[in-house]
């Protein structure tokens, strides 16, 4: 079964600066990865994906994920972050075959606090 | 397009009772996700629907959690004899296509504001 890890709960940076929330997963190939933004009292919004080819994927907002297979990583990164992004960021991973690619697995979400 | 409809956004309910979400899918999509975020945790799978059909339900609790997408209406997840353990938001979400033959904008779902359900 696959599983992901964000292994920071919270995150503050300040406005201007980069940014890289690191997700790493645990999966027997490679897996279909995407990165989720909820703001407060909000649905998710997909960021980004990826799913083969190019291993850096650019989202929406500006940002972008690089996926390394050999670190079985997928960190979302942003060069200069700006104070609407404060939300809390969830990576998830869905399996490479038919019948439960959906079944999205969903780490634990790093809060982002973007101080001014 | 009004993306994934979710209600109630709020659901307040006593110990007992009986709470019932529904979900109505983007257009042109038929496939139907919930997922239950506990606080302070992320999004755990419960059951995934096609029109008449449980796919996979390997996520929902054995006991007083069902689900159903039928032919006409919303998606409802019902929770019956609610107890304080079910208090969470839960998120519905719809896609368009599945498997992995079907690349592009396959395999990504679409997530609805979600209900909060609190029980007292």
């Known amino acids: 079964a696959q599983s992901v890890t964000q292994p920071d709960i919270h995150i503050t940076v300040s406005e201007g600066a980069s940014l890289e929330l690191r997700c790493n997963y645990s999966y027997g190939a490679t897996p279909y990865l995407f990165w989720y933004v909820q703001s407060p009292g909000q649905g998710l919004q997909l960021l980004l994906k990826y799913f083969s080819g190019d291993t850096l994927v650019q989202g929406i907002k500006g940002f972008e994920a690089e996926f390394k297979r050999s670190q079985s990583s997928f960190n979302l990164r942003k060069p200069s972050v700006h104070w609407s992004d404060a939300a809390e960021y969830f990576c998830?991973?869905?399996?490479?075959?038919?019948?439960?690619?959906?079944?999205?697995?969903f780490g634990t979400g790093t809060r982002l606090q973007v101080t001014l | 397009n009004a993306g994934v409809m979710q209600n109630p956004r709020h659901l307040v309910r006593r110990r007992g009772q009986e709470a019932r979400l529904r979900c109505s899918p983007m257009?042109?999509?038929?496939?139907v996700y919930w997922y239950r975020q506990l606080p302070e945790e992320g999004l755990k799978f419960m059951v995934y629907l096609q029109k008449e059909n449980i796919i996979d339900e390997s996520g929902m609790p054995k006991e007083r959690f069902s689900a159903e997408f039928p032919k006409e209406g919303p998606s409802i997840l019902r929770i019956q004899q609610v107890v304080r353990g079910d208090s969470a938001a839960y998120f519905c979400a719809s896609s368009q296509t599945f498997g992995t033959e079907h690349m592009g904008g396959a395999n990504v779902l679409t997530f609805g504001a979600g209900s909060r359900l609190t029980v007292l």
């Open positions: 998830a991973v869905g399996a490479r075959n038919t019948g439960t690619a959906s079944k999205l697995t």
């Open positions: 257009k042109g999509h038929s496939h």
